[in-house]
């Protein structure tokens, strides 16, 4: 079993950053693919961007790229999204999975593990 823990979520104003962070405890490998999604009330969870085992291949969705970074560091076991210029519409409950693949994936059933999640939102 892997146990992801986000954190770092809050409250900020349009324009404003944050910083998420996921921990991962139990079986952990740094080899699988790590991804963060979100998802707003009353709506299906998306996804947000995704990073291979060592950093060299990412993946964002077309509404966060180049606003968002995702970064890890395999020595702490942690997941990184750093969150620039943000919107109101990036308030969201936001969560990191992890796909036991090396490869990958924008898909939410294609990850193994998931975090509970963390709440931002995004005033303006």
């Known amino acids: 079993q892997v146990q992801l823990v986000e954190s770092g979520g809050g409250l900020v104003q349009a324009g404003g950053s944050l910083r998420l962070s996921c921990a991962a405890s139990?079986?952990?490998?740094?080899?699988?693919?790590m991804g963060w999604f979100r998802q707003a009330p009353g709506k299906e969870r998306e996804f947000v961007a995704a990073i291979n085992w060592n950093s060299s291949n990412k993946y964002y969705a077309e509404s966060v790229k180049g606003r968002f970074t995702i970064s890890r560091d395999n020595a702490k076991n942690t997941v990184y999204l750093q969150m620039y210029s943000l919107k109101p519409e990036d308030t969201a409950v936001y969560y990191c999975?992890?796909?036991?693949?090396?490869?990958?994936?924008?898909?939410?059933?294609?990850?193994?593990?998931w975090g509970q999640g963390t709440q931002v939102t995004v005033s303006s």
């Open positions: 999975a992890q796909r036991r693949r090396v490869s990958l994936s924008e898909a939410v059933d294609e990850y193994d593990y």
């Open positions: 139990g079986r952990t490998d740094s080899s699988y693919a």
